[in-house]
């Protein structure tokens, strides 16, 4: 199957991968989750070439992910800006910065630290069950197709 016609397996991960699913939009939305919503900051932070910036971001925006503010009318200037649907992608983005920080930082502390900020604690997101809190791993969990 060609990576263009990924969204249309009937496959919620593959439909995800189709938005989400290459390393420039997660390193803009690594970069969105910092509050970083200009164009030339995001450039300068994932080091994305500008025409590639500029097509994650207007698939970001088109796919509902982001949203484009204008912020300046002379000349006009637009932020970008995540949405509910994009919010909803945090898990996701913890969890690689969780893996990352564990197998990919060799010897070295994690380059980000995140703090809870209302208890003022580091924090290490966990996977849990909405229901019971326990915290789960895929041993924990079964998945069933509904076909």
């Not at 939009?25 to 070439?49: C, I, K």
């Not at 982001?66 to 992608?89: A, F, H, I, N």
């Not at 900020?117 to 924990?140: F, I, S």
């Amino acid at each position: 199957m060609r990576w263009s016609r990924i969204a249309e397996q009937d496959c919620s991960v593959a439909r995800a991968l189709s938005v989400v699913g290459d390393r420039w939009t997660m390193l803009v939305l690594r970069e969105a989750f910092m509050r970083t919503r200009r164009f030339e900051d995001f450039q300068v932070r994932t080091g994305a070439p500008r025409p590639v910036l500029a097509e994650r971001l207007r698939t970001l925006v088109d796919n509902g992910v982001l949203e484009r503010r204008r912020y300046s009318e002379r000349p006009d200037r637009y932020e970008y800006r995540l949405t509910d649907k994009g919010r909803d992608l945090y898990p996701v983005v913890v969890s690689l910065l969780r893996w990352g920080d564990r197998w990919m930082t060799g010897t070295a502390e994690p380059p980000v630290e995140l703090r809870h900020r209302a208890c003022g604690h580091q924090m290490h997101p966990e996977l849990a069950c909405p229901e019971c809190g326990e915290w789960v791993d895929p041993r924990d969990v079964d998945a069933t197709a509904r076909r």
